[in-house]
């Protein structure tokens, strides 16, 4: 079994997502012989750990664009010899279903990077059965609010106001605020039965080692200096550095929040 490196790098996201999947493992209804799909399913989580849950009886498809995810994935199923899922390469506004196909739909905070989730919300409508249930986890815009407020800081000293409006655009992009949320759901097809604010926090020892850990390295710094202006990245994250390392003087540890929410949903017999 070969695997290649940028996969491994994919294979350590589930530490990020373990608080939501938590809460979506628990809200999930369990029944025997049923048909699921985990939307963005990465390289595994909860996809196996679902299947492992529900047996041999039922079948779970982890679908996710990612050639590399797909690949861990497909590698994790062989090797743990679990019958019952399935990697399938795809996305969510364009599923490779028949309607009427699924009992149970789950994303752990995989909408969130979809280009269009009223198109993926659509398509979870059609390749549900009725009366199916989904379980979507999302995080929040005061993901990182502690970063970005300091950040807000710098750019508003340096007159740098525009920035500041692309910013805000990159949140509202990337993380949806819960009424949005709900009416989308709703005007999807779906019957919200509850919703459950959650949260965590990620500790640091310093600013610069949250900006070297490998989470931010790799998938927030890259979409972070987009919004920025070119030939400035380092001096304005080194200025917002600096307040977020007064926060670590005033009370030993960087913390970042991790706000997020989870929905159980119903499949509405009509629209």
Same mark, same amino acid.
């Given at each position: ?21 938590? #809460? #979506? #493992?628990?809200?999930?209804? /369990? ?35 990612? %050639? ?6 497909? *590698? ?8 019952? *899922? ?13 309607? *009427? /196909? ?22 979870? /409508? ?15 815009? $005061? ?5 970005? %407020? ?15 409006? *692309? ?11 819960? %009424? /949005? ?16 604010? %959650? ?11 949250? $900006?070297?850990? $490998? ?38 540890? #960087? ?17």
């Amino acid at each position: 079994m070969s695997i290649s490196e940028r996969s491994l790098l994919y294979d350590e996201l589930p530490f990020w997502s373990a608080p939501f999947g938590l #809460l #979506l #493992l628990e809200t999930v209804k /369990y029944k025997k012989n049923i048909m699921v799909l985990d939307i963005g399913s990465g390289s595994g989580f909860p996809t196996l750990e679902l299947a492992g849950r529900l047996g041999s009886g039922s079948e779970v498809y982890g679908l996710d664009p990612s %050639d590399d995810a797909i690949e861990m994935l497909d *590698a994790k199923i062989r090797l743990r010899e679990a019958g019952n *899922a399935f990697a399938i390469k795809g996305s969510g506004e364009s599923m490779p279903f028949g309607d *009427a /196909y699924f009992d149970l739909i789950i994303s752990n905070n995989g909408l969130n990077n979809v280009d269009d989730m009223a198109g993926v919300l659509r398509e979870c /409508y059609r390749v549900c059965k009725p009366g199916a249930q989904m379980v979507l986890t999302m995080n929040l815009p $005061y993901t990182m609010v502690e970063f970005y %407020d300091a950040l807000r800081s710098v750019l508003s000293g340096m007159g740098l106001f525009e920035s500041i409006e *692309a910013m805000d655009a990159h949140i509202f992009e990337k993380r949806k605020p819960v %009424d /949005y949320l709900q009416e989308l759901i709703i005007e999807n097809g779906f019957h919200i039965r509850s919703v459950q604010p %959650d949260g965590f926090k990620y500790r640091f020892a310093s600013a610069a080692a949250f $900006y070297d850990h $490998y989470l931010i390295r790799n998938f927030f710094l890259p979409p972070w200096k987009k919004f920025l202006p070119p030939g400035l990245h380092e001096q304005i994250l080194s200025e917002t550095g600096v307040i977020l390392d007064r926060q670590v003087s005033e009370n030993r540890t #960087l913390e970042i929040s991790i706000p997020f929410v989870c929905f159980d949903t119903e499949k509405n017999s009509k629209k």
